[in-house]
């Protein structure tokens, strides 16, 4: 049964419309853990640091994607929820063309300054021809990555996110299938672990291009639109936060890099990469509930259906809560067998990497708050409290914490860093929830 933005929605119905977005961006991040793990085992450990160099780089990078996904799909769902079609499609359309144009532009900048980015970052010798070969690569797939990522909305809100589940799947298992054929097969190295990620990402930009430029079964269709200025820039507004929080994590794990340099070395940046990795999975299924229910949350604010938006928002944080609780358990228990997973061949670097993770986790019970928190708000046309929710969570807190923790606990400083930072945000949220529930209504 087909399930609509209009719906009542009971926890399984909620359950079965974020299942595939959840899914979704589980498979989305296999494109950096599948590189990890294929050159940390088949490569070597300096290309491995190169990839978790330059992997923030290219996350960076590829904001635009969720800035135009999350703001655009807010403002889309919103007229959708008003009855104007049409504009719903007009807007869509806009805002599709205004990401293939900025993120071809950002693909031509990486790729000419890639050699004064890795060394700006500390690559050197063999670890700088390895971030320049890799990083080169993946930012000329930039524009399918950032398409990608936007496409990854607004198929929640054409009401079609199983078809978008299912294109994340052909483009993850795409990417892991040349991952073994290029590194393992062909021995190309770190150069076949990049093309690898390139191809996945631009199936996953290319292909919904295709569907929605055609007569489909969803809400939305790519077709002729005009430059409009002011729903371009509210859209932007909107997915700041969201834009603002991808970059902000990309800043600050390249400065959580350089304090591991100085503490660890190579390991520290191998150790941090592992983790990363793990962490990607854990936190794309939050990420994964904010982009289902997001739409939802528009499209009844919307329609003016205040009944219903309180009936999402008790449900989501109960949802968001257990979820939490459930992911601290299933990292501390599973912590040393997934480490070895990527470090099982230095037992040095598995011991160092098991006790960072397992400080590290503690996050899991609260960060989810923070990221439906200000999708939240994203989703109600609030970008300036969803930004600021972001900003605080993923910059400010987070560096301040990381200068400071590790002059306190040395390198157990920085992997309880995160859990200081998010604890610091969910402060903030809670603070905004309580400021923004009379002008709202949710609860």
Not at 46 to 73: K, Q, W
Request: aromatic share 14%; charged share 10%.
């Amino acid at each position: 049964m087909r399930i609509q933005l209009s719906d009542h929605f009971t926890y399984q119905r909620l359950l079965r419309f974020v299942i595939s977005p959840v899914l979704m961006m589980v498979f989305t991040s296999f494109y950096s853990i599948v590189d990890g793990l294929f050159v940390s085992n088949f490569v070597g450990k300096t290309p491995f640091a190169a990839v978790n160099l330059i992997m923030p780089v290219a996350m960076g990078a590829g904001v635009v994607g969720f800035m135009v996904g999350t703001g655009g799909s807010a403002v889309v769902a919103m007229a959708l929820g008003e009855g104007k079609k049409e504009q719903a499609n007009r807007y869509f359309s806009m805002l599709i063309y205004a990401a293939i144009l900025i993120s071809v532009v950002l693909s031509g900048l990486g790729i000419v300054f890639m050699p004064g980015i890795s060394r700006a970052l500390g690559a050197e010798g063999e670890l700088l021809h390895n971030c320049v070969i890799y990083g080169r690569i993946l930012f000329a797939a930039l524009p399918g990555f950032v398409l990608q990522c936007a496409f990854q909305n607004f198929f929640v809100t054409a009401e079609k996110p199983g078809l978008s589940l299912k294109l994340s799947v052909f483009s993850g298992i795409t990417n892991a299938v040349l991952d073994f054929v290029f590194i393992v097969e062909f021995k190309w190295g770190i150069q076949g672990a990049a093309l690898a990620t390139a191809i996945g990402q631009i199936l996953g930009g290319v292909l919904p291009i295709f569907y929605f430029a055609g007569k489909n079964g969803s809400l939305l269709r790519l077709q002729k639109t005009r430059f409009e200025k002011k729903i371009l820039m509210r859209a932007f507004a909107n997915g700041s936060s969201e834009m603002v929080s991808n970059l902000s994590s990309s800043l600050v794990n390249i400065l959580y890099n350089f304090q591991l340099m100085r503490l660890a070395g190579e390991n520290g940046i191998a150790a941090y990469g592992v983790i990363m990795y793990v962490n990607f999975a854990f936190m794309s299924i939050f990420i994964g509930y904010s982009i289902g229910s997001a739409p939802i949350v528009s499209y009844q604010y919307g329609a003016g259906n205040r009944v219903e938006l309180k009936n999402l928002f008790q449900k989501s944080l109960i949802l968001v809560g257990t979820g939490g609780a459930a992911m601290l358990a299933l990292a501390e228990l599973f912590a040393s067998p997934l480490v070895r997973v990527f470090a099982g061949y230095d037992a040095e670097l598995s011991a160092m990497t098991c006790r960072g993770f397992r400080l590290y986790a503690l996050s899991f019970a609260i960060m989810g708050f923070n990221i439906w928190g200000s999708a939240f708000f994203t989703a109600l046309g609030d970008g300036g409290v969803s930004a600021a929710i972001s900003f605080l969570r993923a910059f400010v807190f987070q560096i301040s914490v990381v200068l400071i923790l590790p002059l306190l606990l040395g390198l157990d400083g920085i992997w309880l860093a995160i859990v200081v930072a998010e604890f610091l945000a969910v402060l903030v949220t809670v603070m905004f929830l309580m400021l923004k529930k009379k002008q709202y209504r949710y609860i």
